[in-house]
């Protein structure tokens, strides 16, 4: 059974530093990895989505690696800003198009 | 492109009374749709899945005679919950998937908060 674990939980940055959140899914047989921004009570944003057979995707100040060996996803954020604040998910898809996602890393970027 | 609505936003409901919650794409044909279920600071987690003109999967554990999933349309699914139970209140998430638009993409919905008193 597929298991995606997300460190840290929580995370609390001055404003403009670089920062980086951690994946790992213990079955790395995925069609492709998301990462998902959600404010709260609110439904998720796609921020970035990396097929199996790609390293790495970017999309601005966002970069968000694969590494599907070793079963772990990085989401790399440049010059973070206080709007950056949210909650930050990351889900492997896995054959039959289901989706299992982490807890989530609550990020606060303070101004 | 590629918008999902959900309504009701929120709602809340007396205990064993049922509520009915509507995903529409709207923009999109969506084959098959997601219904998902997030308790308070945890994540989501996949209740069904359902495809257009057949009977819905439901996940280990999840009650399939409760939570009433109908797909009668490309456009439209619903998530009925029956007998609401105070345990039931949660935020429900829907998200769409069209082959066409994009094969591996869920385009998620906005939420429902529902609360059971």
Known sequence: KQEVTQIPAALSVPEGENLVLNCSFT??????????RQDPGKGLTSLLLIQSSQREQTSGRLNASLDKSSGRSTLYIAASQPGDSATYLCAAMEYGNKLVFGAGTILRVKS | GAVVSQHPSWVICKSGTS???ECRSLDFQATTMFWYRQFPKQSLMLM???NEGSKATYEQGVEKDKFLINHASLTLSTLTVTSAHPEDSSFYICSARSPRWSPYEQYFGPGTRLTVT
């Open chain 2, 48 to 50: 069904a899945t359902s």
């Open chain 2, 19 to 21: 509520v009915k919650i």
């Open chain 1, 27 to 36: 079955d790395s047989a995925i069609y492709n990895l998301q990462w998902f």
